[in-house]
Structure formats: structure tokens, C-alpha cells
């Protein structure tokens, strides 16, 4: 079958049907003869005359891709007997015998093929034609006409090799596939997949999933995620329960699978239908590959991910001192805003101030000391 990538319906819509060759080849005591067409007619030697004893006709019939032959017998008049074991006509296609025929039409024998047509299976059939030693009447023999006929191969679904991804159109001698938009049309000319690397999450929470979740992801893809944040956050990733990657009974993650890379360290990888739940990382970056192969329906896979920073301790409050905010913990990149009750003032380093901030740092500590808070003069007196 032709495929032609990047084609519409409308470019085939004022094609003319191009002039395909059908090669007939007869066998005739050793004697190749051809004839050229997409349809034409066989009939046994001599005919109307009888034919004649003790001889074998073999006609190879072969159209192009995208194309079967059908046959029928417009008359039909051979020596019958059981089984047809003397004179036959015996039609074959891909090894296997889609018709054996002999009698006469005028008898009740269900070896004439009356109105019957045959079609093959792909593009090729054989007849034969046999006759024995010895008639004891005189038989005409027969007429067939054979002729080309376009598959159509968008509606032929039990053939997984032709199935189209998304859309298949029909055409004189083949067919093609195209996508849904967003979709890109594999190198295999028939699978639908998308461009999924090179995104880039920097917020410190977020959801990513497999394209269309909970719909089937898309086939023949490679995608890459990355989640990049501040050095001081560690990343957590938390996959939804309903989780649904091609997996195999025997090999671990052959066809599709899904996995992480946290600093140094890799994860995975993840198939099948069991969740791998909650995934503490130790790092601020990950990367989630995912791999899908040509073939399977599955549903695929969201998660959500959350930073923590690291975690500093709650500071001593120095006497006559408020802090803000007051927390029971605190974390990487969190403030605080040291100021003094009425009559107190702020000393830090021999320097009066109005208040005074430190900074939970990537490292777990603050990034200054706590300052004082000292009576003023006027309090004093």
C-alpha cells in the first residue's frame, strides 16, 4: 500500500486514476504469453469448441497495491464428478483454495459457479485449469472475466499494520493518515505523536502529566520535563493514584515507561497500573523522561510537585525584642523582623537601627545574629 505524508483529500480530488499494470501470465505447454490491463477475460482452448483432453492451464493474474482482483465465470460447462476429479477449475490466493469448480450449469452439482463471484484476498490469484484423458461427452468449457478493484483500506480494521492513528483517507490504489491538530505524522506514516521536550517548570509547585491525561497518551514519543528552582528547595513529586503506563508480564518496562532524575541519582522505570505514589528528592532539579512505542491504548500519568526549603532553627527572641512573623518552623528564603518594645531600642554592632531582618538561608542558618534591644536614655530617668 502507498502512504504519501502531507497530502489532503483535495490533492487526490482531481488526480485521475493513474494506469496501473496487471500482468496475466498464461502457461500453455511451456509457452509464456502476457496481457496488459486492469480488467480482461479467460476462457478454455478452442472455446466455443470443445476442449481438449488430457491438458493443464495456469493463469497467474497480479494487480498493483492497494488493489484485488475479482472473478467471475459469465459460462461454465466442464465434465462433472465427485470431488471434481477429472476436469476442474481450481482458484488460489496466498496458499489457500477459494474455489474448485466443475459440472455443468444446467445440473444440481454445487461445484458450478453459477452467479458466484471470488475475490482475493490481496492483490494476486491463480487459475487452473485441468482436463484429463477421456470425455465421454463433448464439453464447452468456459468464459471468466477478472477485473481490479480498489481496497478501501480506512475501512479494513482488522489490520493493525494499517490502522491510522487519528484520521485515514481513502483513495484510488491507497490511502493515507493524518493527525488532529497539535499532532505530528511519525516517519511510519500512519502513528500520531507530539513534540513534548523542552518544558521548563520554575514555579515552586505545579502539575505535569502525559499529553491528553486521562486519555490515551500519544504513540512513538520522547518527551522530557524539567523542573528547575532555587538552590535550597527540594522538589516532591506526588503521582496520582490512577496510573496506567504499558508494561510486559515477563520484562521490566520494555515498550513505555516513565523516569526521574533528581541530582545524581535516577529513579525508575515506572509501568503498569501500580502508582509509584510519593517521591522525595533531595535536589531543586528534576527531569521526568517518558517513552511511548507504537502500539498500545494506555492512559498514562499526571503528578504534582511541591517545593520545601531547607530548614533553619526558631531564633531565641532577646529580651524586650517582638519578632515577625512567628512560626514554629521556618525555611529557606523566609524573613523575620526583629523590632523593640516602647522605650527600647535596637543595638546592633554599636548601631541604632529601626528594626532589623535576617534571612533563612539555603544552608539551614540565619543570616545574621539576633541584635539587642537596650533602654533608652529617657526611659532610664
Known amino acids: 500500500m502507498r502512504l504519501i505524508e502531507g497530502r489532503t483529500e483535495e490533492d487526490f480530488t482531481n488526480m485521475k486514476l493513474a494506469l496501473f499494470l496487471l500482468l496475466l501470465t498464461v502457461i500453455v505447454d511451456g509457452e509464456l504469453r502476457f496481457l496488459s490491463d486492469m480488467y480482461g477475460s479467460l476462457q478454455s482452448p478452442n472455446f466455443p469448441e470443445p476442449y481438449p483432453q488430457e491438458m493443464e492451464l495456469h493463469w ?9 482482483v475479482k472473478l467471475y465465470f459469465s ?9 471434481c476429479e477429472y476436469d476442474f477449475i ?8 477459494l474455489a474448485l469448480f466443475c459440472g455443468r450449469e444446467a445440473s444440481d452439482t454445487e461445484a458450478v459457479p453459477a452467479q458466484q ?5 490481496k492483490n494476486s490469484l491463480s487459475v487452473l485449469f485441468s482436463s484429463d484423458f477421456s470425455n465421454e461427452e463433448r464439453y464447452l468449457g468456459f468464459i471468466a472475466h477478472y477485473s481490479a478493484v480498489d481496497v478501501d483500506e480506512c475501512s479494513n480494521r482488522m489490520d493493525e499494520d494499517l490502522l491510522c492513528d487519528h484520521f485515514c483517507h481513502n483513495y484510488i490504489g491507497g490511502y493515507y493518515c493524518s493527525c488532529r491538530y497539535g499532532y505530528l505524522l511519525h516517519s511510519d506514516n500512519r502513528t500520531c505523536r507530539v513534540e513534548c521536550s523542552g518544558n521548563v517548570f520554575r514555579e515552586r509547585s505545579g502539575v505535569l502529566s502525559s499529553i491528553d491525561f486521562p486519555a490515551p497518551y500519544p504513540k512513538s514519543s520522547n518527551c522530557l520535563y524539567r523542573i528547575e528552582l532555587e538552590p535550597g528547595f527540594r522538589i516532591r513529586l506526588q503521582f496520582d493514584p490512577r496510573f496506567d503506563v504499558e508494561d510486559h508480564p515477563d520484562i521490566n518496562c520494555p515498550y513505555d515507561y516513565v523516569k526521574i532524575k533528581a541530582g545524581s541519582g535516577e529513579l525508575g522505570p515506572f509501568c503498569g497500573a501500580q502508582s509509584p505514589g510519593v517521591i522525595e528528592t533531595d535536589s531543586n532539579m528534576v527531569i521526568i523522561f517518558f517513552q511511548s512505542d507504537n502500539s498500545g491504548e494506555n492512559l498514562g500519568w499526571r503528578i504534582t510537585y511541591t517545593a520545601a526549603g531547607s530548614q533553619c532553627p526558631v531564633p531565641e527572641i532577646p529580651p524586650n ?11 529557606f528564603n523566609d524573613h523575620i523582623l526583629f523590632t523593640c518594645e516602647p522605650g527600647y531600642r535596637l543595638l546592633k554592632d554599636g548601631e541604632d537601627l529601626d528594626h532589623y531582618q535576617v534571612l533563612c538561608q539555603s544552608d539551614g542558618l540565619w543570616s545574621r545574629s539576633s541584635p539587642q534591644c537596650q533602654q533608652t536614655d529617657s526611659t532610664r530617668r
Open 60 to 68: 497467474n493474474i497480479s494487480v498493483p497495491n492497494g488493489f484485488k
Open 75 to 83: 459460462y461454465f460447462d466442464l465434465e462433472p464428478s465427485y470431488l
Open 90 to 97: 481450481k482458484v488460489e490466493a496466498e496458499g489457500e483454495v
Open 117 to 121: 463471484v471470488i475475490t482475493s484476498p
Open 321 to 331: 525584642a517582638f519578632i515577625n512573623p512567628v512560626q514554629s518552623e521556618y525555611y
